[in-house]
T-cell receptor, first 113, second 110 residues
Framework: NAGVTQTPKFQVLKTGQSMTLQCAQDMNHNSMYWYRQDPGMGLRLIYYSASEGTTDKGEVPNGYNVSRLNKREFSLRLESAAPSQTSVYFC????????????FGQGTRLTVV | GQQVMQIPQYQHVQEGEDFTTYCNSSTTLSNIQWYKQRPGGHPVFLIQLVKSGEVKKQKRLTFQFGEAKKNSSLHITATQTTDVGTYFCAGQSGNTPLVFGKGTRLSVIA
């Protein structure tokens, strides 16, 4: 049982490049989330999907887009990477937005130069 | 919007000392959760508290939810080196997603 799988684990981008972070969960969870973690800032919500077919902005959505491809997969896209997007990105899933624990992926360490 | 404040930001303790981290929300919460993140790792769910005044224990860890459901605490008795990491609280109000505090980084000196 893999839980939440994120790819890639590490990535270096040049300013202006684009990339997509992939996330898949095998727990049949309805809700999925993308967080970024910066030193001293905790975990900040970028976007979330309460259920298949819906997405909503979180605290820090600017510069990102998301796609809930199906119940299992939730991707995060950076269209034109900026150095301010250097961070560790975590995908998470839970049974629902109002209940239950969130299970996190291993994280993607992204550096934009 | 909802804010969750967590203190202290850092705590250094000698092995065997106790440790407490506190969490306060700007709004009444439907539940609060606690997570632990080891250095270089990802957050791992520890526990969820739902009821006003609830107290739960996991071995040396004691979790409390305030009567007003706006604050919570995590207390570790007799810390060990395996307790090292960052502890996050995360609160929910209704159907809103979890809002995380900034975490308390615990260092344990052997």
């Amino acid at each position: 049982n893999a839980g939440v799988t994120q790819t890639p684990k590490f990535q270096v981008l040049k300013t202006g490049q684009s990339m997509t972070l992939q996330c898949a969960q095998d727990m049949n969870h309805n809700s999925m989330y993308w967080y970024r973690q910066d030193p001293g800032m905790g975990l900040r919500l970028i976007y979330y999907s309460a259920s298949e077919g819906t997405t909503d902005k979180g605290e820090v959505p600017n510069g990102y887009n998301v796609s809930r491809l199906n119940k299992r997969e939730f991707s995060l896209r950076l269209e034109s990477a900026a150095p301010s997007q250097t961070s560790v990105y975590f995908c998470a899933s839970s049974g629902g937005t109002a209940s239950g624990a969130a299970f996190f992926g291993q994280g993607t360490r992204l550096t934009v130069v | 919007g909802q804010q969750v404040m967590q203190i202290p930001q850092y705590q250094h303790v000698q092995e065997g000392e106790d440790f407490t981290t506190y969490c306060n929300s700007s709004t009444t919460l439907s539940n609060i959760q606690w997570y632990k993140q080891r250095p270089g790792g990802h957050p791992v769910f520890l526990i969820q508290l739902v009821k006003s005044g609830e107290v739960k224990k996991q071995k040396r860890l004691t979790f409390q939810f305030g009567e007003a459901k706006k604050n919570s605490s995590l207390h570790i008795t007799a810390t060990q080196t395996t307790d090292v990491g960052t502890y996050f609280c995360a609160g929910q109000s209704g159907n809103t997603p979890l809002v995380f505090g900034k975490g308390t980084r615990l260092s344990v000196i052997a």
